[in-house]
């Protein structure tokens, strides 16, 4: 009877360091499905997802050899998928008008509404935003980037990112109220 040998992670990277096709093929199946996951958060459409995907697995593949196994290969990858969706929405957002503190007069009101959300209501009606709030939103809330750093990987003013990040907040809270009038 032919026992199945069943790959670790460790090895599939070693052979993926190697060159090895047919495990950079195990290598995307493996991790597809949560790097689409992530991708998804950051894009408006799944062919958009997809693209971020592809090109974040020819980023691993590249650079393969690069990553440090004492590190969890999810976490590499994620953060690869992230920069990769990012400097996607960087080119896409050049051509959005960027807000300066001064426009932001009145932001931030309710802010308790927000916190009532649950997970699945904000993933839900995310896809609602723009596309520079969505890209703000997920970096701050779900991926842990401050607003100096956002401003640094978006080339824009920290106080902007304030702004953006405060207006999704309340385009979710709009969008929730009108979702729960419509449905309650």
Known sequence: MHLLHRITEDEIISKCKSGSIKHQELLYKQFYGYAMGVSMRYS?????????????????????????????????????????????????????????????????NNATVIESLNAQDILKLMKQLPQIQLTIFNMYEIDGYNHDEISKILNLPASSSRVYLSRAKDKLRHLLTTETRNHG
């Open 44 to 108: 408006l459409n799944e062919d958009d997802a997809l693209e971020v995907v592809n090109d974040a697995f020819i980023k691993i593949f590249n650079n393969i050899n690069t990553y440090n196994t004492d590190k969890p290969f999810r976490a590499w990858l994620r953060t690869i998928v992230v920069n990769t969706a990012i400097d996607r929405r960087r080119k896409e957002l050049k051509h959005q008008n960027i807000t300066d503190i001064e426009d932001a007069y009145g932001v931030g």
